[in-house]
Antibody
Framework: QVQLVESGGGVVQPGRSLRLSCAASGLTFSNFALHWVRQAPGKGLEWVASISGDDASSAYYADSVKGRFTISRDNSKDTLYLQMNTLRTDDTAVYYC??????????????????WGQGTLVTVSS | DIQMTQSPSSLSASVGDRVTITCRAGQTINTYLNWYQQKKGMAPKLLIYASSNLQSGVPSRFSGSGSGTDFTLTITSLQPEDFATYYCQQTYRIPVTFGPGTKVD
């Protein structure tokens, strides 16, 4: 079955950088759009970024991370990334990656997220 | 941005109860509305996609309906494993947005 495993979380000081990874298995990776969603402690879900499938030609970001975060993918390694620069304390959250459905969609929109990884905690604190 | 609201924000229910959660979009989103269940300390799990389609493996006591701006998630007979927080999500426009959640306890 499809499995997503995030890694790379940890404690980092404000203004520093961190790169998250999401390793996928059990699917034809390049056929799927992929997404990052975060959840601050005790809060709801917040969409962070999305990237289109095969050619990764389209990437979209929440205003709160635009210009600081970069989503990318390596289809040869079945891995999704989130490069997070200039981190702020309000970036503290569990970060989830998720597969976009349906398969082979030409857009990241009109979709649903399934499955999700188990999440990785990022804590931004001095 | 498309604002998503949910009501109620929380509800108390008993095993066997019928539970209805409402989600409203700030503008029309056709049927591009999904529902997720999240238990404490776990990742969200897809229940319903495109307003009314039951995800494979999800019990048939869950159902969804609606189009345009008003949507409903119904649990016909609440089971012990259904106590969780439920989120709606629109994927009609960027930014993708989630409702604030409804906690069922």
């Amino acid at each position: 079955q499809v499995q997503l495993v995030e890694s790379g979380g940890g404690v980092v000081q404000p203004g520093r950088s961190l790169r998250l990874s999401c390793a996928a298995s059990g699917l034809t990776f390049s056929n799927f759009a992929l997404h990052w969603v975060r959840q601050a402690p005790g809060k709801g879900l917040e969409w962070v970024a999305s990237i289109s499938g095969d050619d990764a030609s389209s990437a979209y970001y929440a205003d709160s991370v635009k210009g600081r975060f970069t989503i990318s993918r390596d289809n040869s390694k079945d891995t999704l990334y989130l490069q997070m620069n200039t981190l702020r304390t309000d970036d503290t959250a569990v970060y989830y990656c998720a597969t976009g459905r349906p398969e082979k969609s030409t857009t990241v929109l009109r979709s649903w997220f399934d499955p999700w990884g188990q999440g990785t905690l990022v804590t931004v604190s001095s | 941005d498309i604002q998503m609201t949910q009501s109620p924000s929380s509800l108390s229910a008993s095993v066997g109860d019928r539970v209805t959660i409402t989600c409203r979009a700030g503008q029309t989103i056709n049927t591009y509305l999904n529902w997720y269940q999240q238990k404490k300390g776990m990742a969200p799990k897809l229940l319903i996609y495109a307003s009314s389609n039951l995800q494979s493996g999800v019990p048939s006591r869950f159902s969804g309906s609606g189009s345009g701006t008003d949507f409903t998630l119904t649990i016909t007979s609440l089971q012990p494993e259904d106590f969780a927080t439920y989120y709606c999500q629109q994927t009609y426009r960027i930014p993708v947005t989630f409702g604030p959640g409804t906690k069922v306890d």
